[in-house]
């Protein structure tokens, strides 16, 4: 059973740091794309960046774009999320997910590897 466990949310000031991870498990993601996507409550789950499976190619959501660094270290089935500089409306619940498209896609239906986890909050306060 494909499984993703997102960590490393947390509350922190506005203009802080959280790096985030996903441990992916049941199969082997190194030739998947990875993305990150998060979810408001009441509102609709929106990407925020993904990764190629070798690492050369990323994606960026427009508000997250040089503040947020996203990576992947195949040994370990695992994708980070560093982010930077945050501001309140980062606030949300984060999700990661592997879609077999080998450049790494925008579009949440593309990521089918696996049941979506229960995701990490972050909070930023002002």
């Known amino acids: 059973q494909v499984q993703f466990v997102e960590s490393g949310g947390g509350l922190v000031q506005a203009g802080g740091s959280l790096r985030l991870s996903c441990a992916a498990s049941g199969r082997t993601f190194s030739r998947y794309s990875m993305g990150w996507f998060r979810q408001d409550p009441g509102k609709e789950r929106e990407f925020v960046a993904a990764i190629s499976w070798s690492g050369g190619i990323t994606n960026y959501a427009d508000s997250v774009k040089s503040r947020f660094t996203i990576s992947r270290d195949n040994a370990k089935n695992t994708v980070y999320l560093q982010m930077n500089s945050l501001k309140p409306e980062d606030t949300a619940v984060y999700y990661c997910?592997?879609?077999?498209?080998?450049?790494?896609?925008?579009?949440?239906?593309?990521?089918?590897?696996?049941?979506w986890g229960q995701g990490t909050q972050v909070t930023v306060s002002t």
């Open positions: 997910n592997a879609a077999s498209s080998p450049i790494p896609s925008k579009t949440l239906s593309g990521y089918d590897g696996g049941s």
